[in-house]
Nanobody, 125 residues
Framework: QVQLVESGGGLVQAGGSLRLSCAASVRPFSAYTMGWFRQAPGKEREFVAAISWRSAGSTYYADSVKGRFTISRDNAKNTVYLQMNNLKIEDTAVYYC?????????????????WGQGTQVTVSS
C-alpha cells in the first residue's frame, strides 16, 4: 500500500521558518522524483519544488519561492523535506507531497503518481 504522509505544518509569523517532512512508502524511494505543491483557498494547486531521483539530487523551484525554500531528501529514511525560510503571508496554503516515477523531472501535477493528504501552513503578520 502506497502512502505519503506530510507533517510539520503549523502557524508561524511572517519572516519565520518551518520545515515540512514527507514520509513515503513508495519503493524504491530513490527511484522517484519527489515534489511539493501547495493550494491556497480559492486558488489552483501550484508547483513549489521538486528533487530528482538521481544521486546528484537536482532541484527545481517555483520563482515565487526561490532563495527562500529548500527541498532535500534522505533516501535512507524514505523522506523528503521542504525547508521554508522568510515565510510570507502569501505562502499560506495546504502543502502536498507527491511522488513521480517518470524519467524526466516534472513541475506538472498531473505527472505525479502518488499524493499525500496535505499539511496546513499558516503565516500570520
Amino acid at each position: 500500500q502506497v502512502q505519503l504522509v506530510e507533517s510539520g505544518g503549523g502557524l508561524v509569523q511572517a519572516g519565520g521558518s518551518l520545515r515540512l517532512s514527507c514520509a513515503a512508502s513508495v519503493r524504491p524511494f530513490s527511484a522517484y522524483t519527489m515534489g511539493w505543491f501547495r493550494q491556497a483557498p480559492g486558488k489552483e494547486r501550484e508547483f513549489v519544488a521538486a528533487i530528482s531521483w538521481r544521486s546528484a539530487g537536482s532541484t527545481y523551484y517555483a520563482d515565487s519561492v526561490k532563495g527562500r525554500f529548500t527541498i532535500s531528501r534522505d533516501n535512507a529514511k524514505n523522506t523528503v523535506y521542504l525547508q521554508m525560510n522568510n515565510l510570507k503571508i502569501e505562502d499560506t496554503a495546504v502543502y502536498y507531497c507527491a511522488a513521480d516515477s517518470g524519467l524526466i523531472t516534472s513541475t506538472a501535477s498531473y505527472d505525479y503518481d502518488y499524493w499525500g493528504q496535505g499539511t496546513q501552513v499558516t503565516v500570520s503578520s
